[in-house]
């Protein structure tokens, strides 16, 4: 990689960390291609990013965002995973590293805030944006169906009193 190589992959990882929710670093400890891929897939289902980088780049990457207290995790073999939400990529690898032993959670970030391993473990446990905005609008339904069955209610007890008169009559 050459020395223009090497400065696009940190303006661009640097690009992806400005906008990013939050960080998790993790270790890989022999991960297979196949798991690998796999986790990737996942992460890029779920709308995260798992990026394996040099650590040196990174640190230079670092430099400039929220995320320059993370860097003193870069160590060994290890890759960034990104996200926009501040939960997605936690709890994609959280959830990733209950199925393998290959891969280990060192710590990560949420702007400012450095996290350790039990406090993306924490953040993994979170409900997504997603799943807030979904609990939000339930709860705004609700009363409105409510709303909507009591307001119906008395028109169909009327419908069925003049139903029981109309088969009164014709009998």
Known sequence: MDRNEK???VTDLRETLSG???????RNLGMTV?????LRNKM????????VTKNRLAKIALDGTPYTG??????????LATSDDAVTAAKVIVEFAKT???IEIVG????DTVLDVAGVKALAELPSLDELRAKIV?????????????????AGQLARVFGAYAAKDAA
């Open 7 to 9: 400065a696009q992959v």
């Open 20 to 26: 990013a929710g939050a960080v998790v670093i993790t």
């Open 100 to 102: 393998t032993d290959k």
């Open 70 to 79: 993370i860097g003193d995790m870069l160590t060994g073999p290890t890759a």
């Open 44 to 51: 890029r289902e779920a709308g995260a990013a798992y990026k």
């Open 138 to 154: 339930g709860l705004v339904q609700a009363p409105a169906t409510k709303l909507a069955q009591i307001a119906a209610a008395p």
């Open 108 to 111: 990560g970030g949420m702007g």
């Open 34 to 38: 196949a798991q690998s891929t796999a």
